[in-house]
């Protein structure tokens, strides 16, 4: 069982450069996220979904965009790439309804922008 | 692995102490609480959740505490080993239909052989 899959686990971009970092789940989970974790700071909702087609802001959404056009997929894009945006980032994901807190987490994308 | 550990809370114990770490919480409306381990270049794992109908929950060798009143949240760990070295976070759940988690900073367990 994969469970949720990131990829790239690192990438080097310049100032200015797109990127997308993919985050795809096998458990069929409705609802997913993504987090940011810089040191000191713990993780930070950047996006979330709670199903196929549906997609809501976190805390820190400016300069990323996200799409679910799946069950399975939660794409993180970079559209102009910021050194602020130099980061560890987390895809989770977890069952729908509310009150539930297991997120299962990526093992993370590893983003330096130069 | 990634130094999550910089600039954190940290808690040193000796291998076989019970260890508590401490989490202040923001929301009175949070409903559910949760904590997560994290090794060093892993993703956050559960360990154990909380409704706020309740002030104590167990597992394998962890409890869960949580004072509404004060709004804090604590992780107790008996007979702490090497391999419960990790950051630990706490998080609070907003409430409504979504999974919308809002983690604490995390504090760093360092367990001494």
């Known amino acids: 069982n994969a469970g949720v899959t990131q990829t790239p686990k690192f990438q080097v971009l310049k100032t200015g450069q797109s990127m997308t970092l993919q985050c795809a789940q096998d458990m069929n989970h409705e609802y997913m996220s993504w ?48 050194p602020s945006q130099t980061s560890v980032y987390f895809c989770a994901s977890s069952y729908g309804g509310g009150n539930t807190g297991e997120l299962f987490f990526g093992e993370g994308s590893r983003l330096t922008v130069l | 692995g990634e130094s999550v550990g910089l600039h954190l809370p940290t808690l040193s114990v000796q291998e076989g102490d019970n260890s508590i770490i401490n989490c202040a919480y923001s929301n009175s409306a949070s409903d559910y609480f949760i904590w997560y ?77």
């Open chain 1, 35 to 82: 987090y940011r974790q810089d040191p000191g700071m713990g993780l930070r909702l950047i996006h979330y979904s709670v199903g196929a087609g549906i997609t809501d802001q976190g805390e820190v959404p400016n300069g990323y965009n996200v799409s679910r056009s799946t069950t399975e997929d939660f794409p993180l894009r970079l559209l102009s790439a910021a």
């Open chain 2, 37 to 113: 381990k994290q090794e060093s270049g892993k993703g956050p794992q559960f360990i154990i959740d909380i409704r706020s109908n309740m002030d104590k929950r167990q597992g394998q060798r962890v409890t869960v505490l949580l004072n509404k009143t004060v709004k804090h949240l604590s992780l107790q760990i008996a007979a702490t080993q090497p391999g419960d070295s990790a950051v630990y976070f706490c998080a609070e759940n907003l409430g409504g239909a979504t999974n919308k988690l809002i983690f604490g900073t995390g504090t760093l367990l360092a367990v001494q052989p």
